[in-house]
């Protein structure tokens, strides 16, 4: 083992004598004038640089390698270029076009550091922009603005992502690319990831199992961190939002900075919010919610790779709106003291890429802590569980051309479940669980045109409980001892049958293993009974998917149709039986069903009127069982239109913006066996904002109002609904960001 140590030591050291690269060049527009001030970005790299007054820029000390160099600037084209390293001195010009449409991105959640037209798995990406963002106070309500994208809600602060009809565990959440665990089998747990510090969301929609394994059997949501500084350099930044709605109050600071080789940075965020108005001006009482949340990163980048390091700390009180709680609660509030739930999640990852000639090794490994307590009164806890996570893995990125990439890799997670404190409640027995996977992933170009890819990959899992309660007990539970085999595939291909028109198809089959929740679940959850299935067995997953895209310099259409079949769907359901005391059983089950649908989407800017924004998206989905019946959390088929005006310059304004939307919900006239159909409603949004410089001082302001006409209804992912609860009414959001340390 020594001399295998020592081996690895000198071949990290002569990689770093012999790679020396360096790129430079001129940013400049279509009149060939100097853009000062453009963001040149390796975001395999995480280092970038802006662009000096005469347009010139210089980035040193970069190891061999292929890389993807982003060129943005506010109004213009993002200009995207491949550079091989190799001993290099790159010189590399760039013009950048100027376009009123929103310019294509790198994403980094479909395996390759690609723009969003060269993946054959479409990635949408929602950029979190401080000015227009941070309307409502449920983060996850953002994410809506994605066609096909929805959510199940318990009110403001418990949100749950839906895709395509698919959600908890079948859609998998990374924080920053790693496997965020926290109990999210429950459609009563939140998402568990503020808006604090990320910079863009990806999403993945449809099957993802081949990169990520199970639970990305319905789409993969990943929330990528804010990028470091340019070298040299050191900035902060003050966020406070204020929502009149559920009196609440977000605050957050950040600062950050970065030498020639070290970079990181710190963040603080809080937030507090009362009980939540309906439409009409009723409040929802124990819908308050609380939050506090810390976080640090820190990275060393050289000619020898890259290596990171994040932690992320957040503790979440929730108000638990159910009929025990409505009784005792007298009085609007926001301090949380009976009928909630507490998580305290902790999360350390390390993220290190090595640049060996010409391959790439990728080897990243995370440590996760989530605490879920369920208070009924003071101090009195109903539940009582943690869940330790360890998730790693390696890839190996083989010799690539710009017209193929190779990667094979391993990954693996082994999890603890235990109880603690004496809890009333054992819902989840003490458990372990252990998941290996071994993958590969190729992607070849023809003619410039065609793009393949295809991957295969298998996991191994083993999961183990210890037995709850005494034999004789009507609620005894058995020791459990399981393990799975699964794997996974897929086929993907975009074609650019011109420069303006490109086709996507993909075909994917992924799986989901059964969860200790739907294996061994034997206790009073929030307003139900939930029992428990050892028989069940993996899901298995086969999509097939379409995409248009289409654009002219002031037009895009954006076209998507899948079809997903679902082999032993796992769902609970209720039975007609109660506890004693009268609470309803549910079980877990399973059968086959199929979820089809689609999204479409419209961006014009009129020529004559580039400054104006008209956007209209529309999605649809229909998800079925076997017998005929339908599936649960299939969202109303919504239709939203929204337009922006922008000006640069509007008096002692700058990037000066107002906007209008539209969000229409058609009636749900389908629901599932314990479900009611929903109504339709149509909600209206405004908003106004922009930046103000106060001497040398940049400040953003904004003011939105969202349900302007403070319409009463309720959404039918809504789950107060059980409780005869509505969703919120109007609230005015008022924002303000100061940007310390900028030019």
């Not at 449409?101 to 798995?121: D, F, K, P, W």
């Not at 922008?646 to 599932?672: M, V």
Request: charged share 20%; hydrophobic share 35%; aromatic share 10%.
């Amino acid at each position: 083992m020594h001399k295998i140590h020592v081996f690895i030591v000198i071949l990290l050291l002569w990689s770093a004598s012999v790679a020396q690269n360096q790129i430079s060049g001129k940013i400049t527009d279509q009149e060939q004038r100097p853009l000062a001030g453009a963001n040149v970005f390796l975001p395999e790299l995480n280092i970038g640089v802006i662009s000096n007054q005469n347009g010139d820029y210089f980035i040193s000390q970069l190891p061999n390698g292929k890389f993807k160099l982003r060129i943005s600037y506010i109004g213009y084209e993002n200009a995207i270029r491949t550079v091989v390293l190799n001993h290099s001195d790159v010189k590399m010009d760039v013009t950048l076009k100027i376009t009123p449409l929103e310019a294509e991105e790198i994403v980094v959640s479909g395996g390759y550091n690609a723009t969003q037209h060269e993946n054959a798995i479409k990635i949408d990406i929602l950029k979190l922009d401080n000015r227009t963002n941070r309307t409502t106070p449920n983060f996850m309500e953002e994410l809506t603005d994605i066609p096909g994208v929805d959510m199940i809600s318990k009110g403001a602060g418990v949100s749950k992502p839906v895709i395509r009809g698919l959600a908890m565990n079948d859609i998998l959440v990374l924080n920053n690319g790693v496997r965020y665990e926290n109990y999210q089998y429950s459609d009563h747990h939140p998402l568990g990831i503020e808006e604090f510090g990320v910079e863009n969301v990806e999403v993945i929609k449809g099957p993802a199992s081949l990169l990520y394994g199970s639970d990305a059997i319905g789409g993969v949501i990943n929330f990528i961190k804010e990028k470091p500084v340019p070298p040299g350099t050191l900035k902060a930044d003050y966020h406070l939002d204020l929502f009149s709605n559920s009196l609440g109050v977000v605050q957050d600071f950040g600062i950050k900075g970065a030498g020639q080789n070290l970079f990181g940075g710190s963040r603080f965020g809080y937030k507090s919010h009362a009980d939540y108005l309906q439409g009409g001006g009723d409040y929802v009482p124990n819908s308050r919610f609380n939050e506090v949340s810390v976080q640090a990163d820190g990275g060393y980048m050289n000619r020898v790779g890259v290596f990171k390091l994040f932690y992320d700390y957040n503790c979440q009180k929730l108000g638990l709106a159910e009929e025990d709680a409505v009784e005792e609660i007298a009085a609007r509030g926001r301090k949380n003291e009976i009928w909630y739930q507490q998580f305290n999640n902790h999360l350390l990852s390390s993220q290190n890429k090595l640049f060996l000639k010409r391959c790439k090794l990728e080897v990243n490994a995370a440590r996760q802590s989530s605490d879920l307590i369920h208070y009924t009164g003071k101090n009195i806890k109903e539940i009582a569980m943690n869940l330790a996570t360890l998730t790693y893995e390696a890839k190996l990125y083989l010799p690539s051309t710009e017209q193929s990439e190779y990667i094979v890799g391993i990954q693996g997670m082994n999890q603890v479940n235990q109880n603690f404190g004496n809890a009333e409640v054992i819902l989840l027995p003490d458990a372990r669980a252990a998941n290996y996977s071994a993958f590969v992933l190729l992607q070849r170009t023809f003619y410039n045109k065609l793009k393949l890819q295809t991957g295969a990959r298998y996991d191994y899992k083993k999961i183990s409980t210890e037995s709850v309660g005494n034999p004789d007990d009507s609620d005894y539970r058995a020791a459990l001892d399981k393990t799975y085999g699964s794997s996974s595939s897929s086929f993907g291909a975009t074609y650019n049958l011109s420069e303006k028109l490109l086709l996507r198809t993909n075909f994917a089959a992924a799986y989901r293993t059964p969860n200790l929740a739907e294996l061994t679940s034997n206790g009073e959850h929030e307003l139900r009974y939930e029992i428990g299935n050892a028989l069940l067995i993996p899901q298995k997953a086969y999509e097939t998917d379409f995409s248009l895209h289409y654009h002219l310099r002031n037009f895009t259409v954006d076209l998507a149709c899948f079809y997903n079949d679902i082999n032993h769907y796992i769902y609970i359901t209720p039975t007609n039986d109660t506890t004693a005391d009268g609470v309803p059983i549910y079980r877990y089950k399973q059968s086959d069903a199929h979820l089809h649908g689609g999204e479409a989407g419209i961006h014009y800017h009129p020529k004559n009127m580039e400054w104006l924004h008209l956007k209209s998206t529309y999605s649809t989905v229909i998800g079925k069982r076997e017998n005929g019946d339908f599936l649960p959390f299939i969202p109303a088929s919504k239709w939203r239109c929204e337009i922006i005006a922008e000006r640069k310059n509007l008096s002692i304004l700058q990037n000066a913006y107002a906007k209008a939307a539209s969000t229409t919900a058609f009636k749900q006239d389908h629901p599932a066996p314990d479900e009611e159909a929903t109504p339709g409603f149509m909600l209206i949004d405004i908003g106004v904002g922009g930046d103000i410089y106060i001497g040398r001082q940049l400040l953003s302001i904004s003011i939105a109002v969202n349900n302007l006409f403070d319409k009463k209804y309720i959404d039918h992912l809504s789950t107060l609904k059980e409780v005869g609860f509505c969703n919120p009414g109007r609230n005015v959001a008022v924002s303000l960001n100061i940007l310390f340390g900028s030019n």
